[in-house]
């Protein structure tokens, strides 16, 4: 069975930094898409980053140049370094595991907050 643990959130003012982290229990981490999502009140979960096993990260327009995706695959290890911060990222911020058998895995999880 998959898990992630997310960790690392919090609040910060606009202009600071926050550097998730995620987790992961899965043998197959290596082979496997990660990513982090986001999901604000009252809006649908969306794509922030994707490190896929081979290949660049990709990442959304609003976070490009701001946010970084990095990943330990001997660590089983997921990282979001967030940069300048702005009031709109706040959110809660999910790890995504896409898993060689096309099933998708979630943490539970982490709260950012950015004020003004």
């Known amino acids: 069975q998959v898990h992630l643990r997310e960790s690392g959130g919090g609040s910060v003012q606009a202009g600071g930094s926050l550097r998730l982290s995620c987790a992961a229990s899965?043998?197959?981490?290596?082979?496997?898409?990660v990513g982090w999502y986001r999901q604000a009140p009252g809006k649908e979960r969306e794509e922030v980053a994707r490190?896929?096993?081979?290949?660049?990260?990709v990442y959304a327009d609003s976070v490009k140049g701001r946010f970084t995706i990095s990943r330990s695959n001997a660590d089983q290890m997921l990282y979001l370094q967030m940069n300048n911060l702005k009031p709109e990222d706040t959110a809660v911020y999910y790890c995504n595991l896409y898993t060689v058998d096309r099933i998708h895995h979630w943490g539970q999880g982490t709260q950012v907050t950015v004020s003004s």
């Open positions: 899965e043998r197959r981490f290596s082979f496997s898409e």
């Open positions: 490190a896929p096993a081979r290949g660049s990260p």
